[in-house]
C-alpha cells in the first residue's frame, strides 16, 4: 500500500479532499493529516510516508518552504501541490523545489478525481520499480536493445513531460546529463508511440530510438551518448520519426577526433556558395561529410548575419533570418535558413544591376577592408587588390554600400575602435592608431559624433556591464 499524508490549514477542505476518493481501490491508504507545516514535520518524524499532498499557501512554514525541507530530510517521499493557483510561475516553482505533480482544488471534481489519484499512483509505482531495479545492480547493464532517449530542447527541461507518454508506464526512465533514456523493456509500439511523441512533447523535445544496447555498461552508454548523440541528431537526415541511432556506430565515433569545420567555413566567407550553384552544392556537401560542430555552424551564420546586414540583406531580411535561426535544431533548418540567405543576396544582386562577378569582387573588398581597417589603406590599394580600377570600383561600391568608400571605411573603423575599447586597456591615443586614425583628438571628436559619447565614456559604460 502506498502510504499518503494530507497538509492543508483548512480542515473541511482537507477533510472533504480525504473523502471525496475511494484511496483503497487504488493502492492508497491515508496514514496521517496536518493543519501546517511544522505538524506535517513532526507527523513525519513518526509515521512512514510516500506521498504527501501539501497545500502551497498556510500560514507559518509555507507548501512551498515544507516541500523544500521534505526534499531534504525524507526524498523518498514525493510531494503533489494542493493548491488553488493554476498560474504557470505559481505550479513551476512548486515543480522546481520538486514537487512531482500538482492538483487544483477548485477544479477537483468526483468525475475527475479518480483519473487525477490513478495517474499519481503509476507514476509512484512506476518509480518505486526502477528504483528497485537500479538498488539491485540490475541496471548497471543494459538488459534491453532498444532504448528512446529524449533531449530537451529548451533549458530547464525536465522529465515531467515525459511521464504524460503512455510508452512511460510501462518501462523504465533513467536520468543522464539533460537527457533521459527509457530501456524498452516491452514491445515498442512503433506507430502509436511515434504519434504520440509528436503530440505531447511537440517542438520541446527530440527523441531517438538507439539500437544495439543490449549487454553496454550503463556508465558506458551514458558516456557516448553523452558525448555523441545531440551531434549525430544535428546531422541526422533520415526520414524516420523519432531518428534511428545504432550504439556501435556512436560508440566508434565517440574514439574518433570529429573533422574540424574551421577552414571550410572560414572559407565559405567568401560567399561564393551565395551566388553560384555549383559552390552551394560544394559547400553543403562538404557540411554534410565534414561535419562541424553545431556550434560552429550557428557561429558561422550569426557571423553572415552581422557582417552582411545592411549591405546583403536589407533591416526586414535580416530581422526574419535573425527570428528564424533561433529555432534552427538540425544541419536540414540551417541549409534552409542559408538557402534563404543566398536568396537574399541573390535579389540584391538583380537589385543593383551588377554581375555576378562584380558582386564577388566587392564582396572581397568589403572583406579586405574590415581585415586592415587598422591599416593605412586607401581607395586605389583595394581597388588594386581585387583588380577593379579605381573609378569602376568607386562608382560600384557606391552602389553597393549605399556611400562612398571613405565613409565605409570610416565605419569600420570606428567598430574596430569600439571593440578595441572595450577589449583591450590600451590607452586612447593608442586605440586610435590601431584602428587607423593619426590624430587621437580628431578620432575622439568623430566618435562622440557618431556613437553619442566619448571614446572613454565609452570604455567606462561597457566595463560597467
Same mark, same amino acid.
Given at each position: 500500500m502506498i502510504k499518503a499524508v494530507v497538509v492543508d490549514d483548512e480542515r473541511l477542505v482537507r477533510k472533504g479532499f480525504i473523502s471525496l476518493i475511494d484511496w483503497s481501490s487504488f493502492g492508497v491508504v491515508i496514514v496521517g493529516e496536518a493543519g501546517d507545516g511544522n505538524a506535517a514535520l513532526t507527523l513525519l518524524r513518526e509515521q512512514e510516508a510516500d506521498l504527501l499532498f501539501v497545500d502551497l499557501t498556510m500560514p507559518g512554514m509555507s507548501g512551498f518552504e515544507l516541500i523544500r525541507q521534505v526534499r531534504q530530510r525524507y526524498p523518498a517521499i514525493r510531494c503533489v501541490v494542493l493548491t488553488c493557483h493554476h498560474e504557470f510561475d505559481y505550479v513551476q516553482e512548486a515543480m522546481r523545489?520538486?514537487? &512531482?505533480?500538482?492538483?487544483?482544488?477548485?477544479?477537483?471534481?468526483v468525475e475527475n478525481a479518480d483519473e487525477t489519484i490513478r495517474r499519481l499512483v503509476e507514476r509512484v509505482k512506476w518509480e518505486d520499480s526502477t528504483r528497485e531495479l537500479l538498488a539491485r545492480g540490475e541496471g548497471k547493464v543494459m538488459a534491453a536493445d532498444l532504448a528512446l532517449l529524449y533531449l530537451p530542447q529548451l533549458p530547464g527541461g525536465n522529465e515531467e513531460d515525459l511521464f504524460r507518454l503512455s510508452v512511460t508506464k510501462n518501462n523504465p526512465l533513467i536520468a543522464f546529463q539533460n537527457m533521459w533514456m527509457m530501456p524498452l523493456l516491452s514491445r515498442y509500439p512503433d506507430n502509436e508511440t511515434c504519434r504520440e511523441l509528436q503530440t505531447v512533447l511537440g517542438g520541446g523535445w527530440q527523441a531517438a530510438? &538507439?539500437?544495439?544496447?543490449?549487454n553496454q555498461l550503463l556508465q558506458e552508454a551514458e558516456e557516448v551518448l553523452g558525448k555523441t548523440v545531440r551531434h549525430?541528431?544535428?546531422?541526422? %537526415?533520415?526520414?524516420?520519426?523519432?531518428?534511428?541511432?545504432?550504439?556501435?556506430?556512436?560508440?566508434?565515433?565517440a574514439g574518433e577526433r570529429l573533422p574540424a569545420g574551421e577552414d571550410m567555413l572560414s572559407e565559405a566567407q567568401n560567399l561564393r556558395w551565395t551566388l553560384d550553384r555549383e559552390a552551394w552544392e560544394g559547400f553543403t556537401a562538404g557540411v554534410q561529410q565534414r561535419q562541424p560542430a553545431q556550434e560552429q555552424i550557428s557561429a558561422f551564420s550569426h557571423l553572415l548575419l552581422h557582417d552582411w546586414s545592411g549591405l546583403l540583406l536589407k533591416a526586414e531580411e535580416a530581422a526574419q533570418l535573425?527570428?528564424?535561426?533561433?529555432?534552427?535544431?538540425?544541419?536540414g533548418q540551417w541549409k534552409s535558413w542559408l538557402r534563404?540567405?543566398?536568396? %537574399?543576396?541573390?535579389?540584391?544582386?538583380?537589385?543593383?544591376?551588377?554581375?555576378?562577378?562584380?558582386?564577388? %569582387?566587392?564582396?572581397?573588398?568589403?572583406?579586405?577592408m574590415r581585415t586592415h581597417a587598422g591599416d593605412k589603406i586607401n581607395q586605389g590599394e583595394v581597388a588594386a587588390e581585387i583588380n577593379m580600377s579605381r573609378g569602376y570600383f568607386s562608382q560600384c561600391f557606391a552602389?553597393?554600400?549605399?556611400?562612398?568608400f571613405g565613409e565605409s571605411l570610416r565605419g569600420m573603423r570606428l567598430e574596430l575602435a569600439k571593440t578595441l575599447l572595450l577589449e583591450t586597456y590600451d590607452p586612447i591615443c593608442e586605440v586610435a592608431g590601431r584602428s587607423g586614425f593619426e590624430d587621437d583628438r580628431y578620432f575622439s571628436r568623430l566618435f562622440r559624433e557618431h556613437v553619442g559619447k566619448l571614446p572613454s565614456e565609452y570604455r567606462a559604460e561597457g566595463m560597467e556591464r
Amino acid at each position: 500500500m502506498i502510504k499518503a499524508v494530507v497538509v492543508d490549514d483548512e480542515r473541511l477542505v482537507r477533510k472533504g479532499f480525504i473523502s471525496l476518493i475511494d484511496w483503497s481501490s487504488f493502492g492508497v491508504v491515508i496514514v496521517g493529516e496536518a493543519g501546517d507545516g511544522n505538524a506535517a514535520l513532526t507527523l513525519l518524524r513518526e509515521q512512514e510516508a510516500d506521498l504527501l499532498f501539501v497545500d502551497l499557501t498556510m500560514p507559518g512554514m509555507s507548501g512551498f518552504e515544507l516541500i523544500r525541507q521534505v526534499r531534504q530530510r525524507y526524498p523518498a517521499i514525493r510531494c503533489v501541490v494542493l493548491t488553488c493557483h493554476h498560474e504557470f510561475d505559481y505550479v513551476q516553482e512548486a515543480m522546481r523545489l520538486g514537487a &512531482v505533480d500538482y492538483i487544483v482544488k477548485t477544479l477537483l471534481e468526483v468525475e475527475n478525481a479518480d483519473e487525477t489519484i490513478r495517474r499519481l499512483v503509476e507514476r509512484v509505482k512506476w518509480e518505486d520499480s526502477t528504483r528497485e531495479l537500479l538498488a539491485r545492480g540490475e541496471g548497471k547493464v543494459m538488459a534491453a536493445d532498444l532504448a528512446l532517449l529524449y533531449l530537451p530542447q529548451l533549458p530547464g527541461g525536465n522529465e515531467e513531460d515525459l511521464f504524460r507518454l503512455s510508452v512511460t508506464k510501462n518501462n523504465p526512465l533513467i536520468a543522464f546529463q539533460n537527457m533521459w533514456m527509457m530501456p524498452l523493456l516491452s514491445r515498442y509500439p512503433d506507430n502509436e508511440t511515434c504519434r504520440e511523441l509528436q503530440t505531447v512533447l511537440g517542438g520541446g523535445w527530440q527523441a531517438a530510438l &538507439v539500437s544495439g544496447l543490449k549487454n553496454q555498461l550503463l556508465q558506458e552508454a551514458e558516456e557516448v551518448l553523452g558525448k555523441t548523440v545531440r551531434h549525430a541528431l544535428f546531422y541526422y %537526415c533520415g526520414a524516420e520519426e523519432p531518428a534511428r541511432l545504432d550504439f556501435g556506430g556512436l560508440k566508434r565515433t565517440a574514439g574518433e577526433r570529429l573533422p574540424a569545420g574551421e577552414d571550410m567555413l572560414s572559407e565559405a566567407q567568401n560567399l561564393r556558395w551565395t551566388l553560384d550553384r555549383e559552390a552551394w552544392e560544394g559547400f553543403t556537401a562538404g557540411v554534410q561529410q565534414r561535419q562541424p560542430a553545431q556550434e560552429q555552424i550557428s557561429a558561422f551564420s550569426h557571423l553572415l548575419l552581422h557582417d552582411w546586414s545592411g549591405l546583403l540583406l536589407k533591416a526586414e531580411e535580416a530581422a526574419q533570418l535573425k527570428a528564424s535561426a533561433a529555432g534552427n535544431l538540425n544541419w536540414g533548418q540551417w541549409k534552409s535558413w542559408l538557402r534563404q540567405f543566398s536568396g %537574399c543576396a541573390q535579389q540584391r544582386m538583380l537589385e543593383l544591376g551588377l554581375s555576378k562577378e562584380v558582386v564577388f %569582387c566587392l564582396i572581397r573588398a568589403v572583406r579586405y577592408m574590415r581585415t586592415h581597417a587598422g591599416d593605412k589603406i586607401n581607395q586605389g590599394e583595394v581597388a588594386a587588390e581585387i583588380n577593379m580600377s579605381r573609378g569602376y570600383f568607386s562608382q560600384c561600391f557606391a552602389r553597393f554600400a549605399g556611400e562612398t568608400f571613405g565613409e565605409s571605411l570610416r565605419g569600420m573603423r570606428l567598430e574596430l575602435a569600439k571593440t578595441l575599447l572595450l577589449e583591450t586597456y590600451d590607452p586612447i591615443c593608442e586605440v586610435a592608431g590601431r584602428s587607423g586614425f593619426e590624430d587621437d583628438r580628431y578620432f575622439s571628436r568623430l566618435f562622440r559624433e557618431h556613437v553619442g559619447k566619448l571614446p572613454s565614456e565609452y570604455r567606462a559604460e561597457g566595463m560597467e556591464r
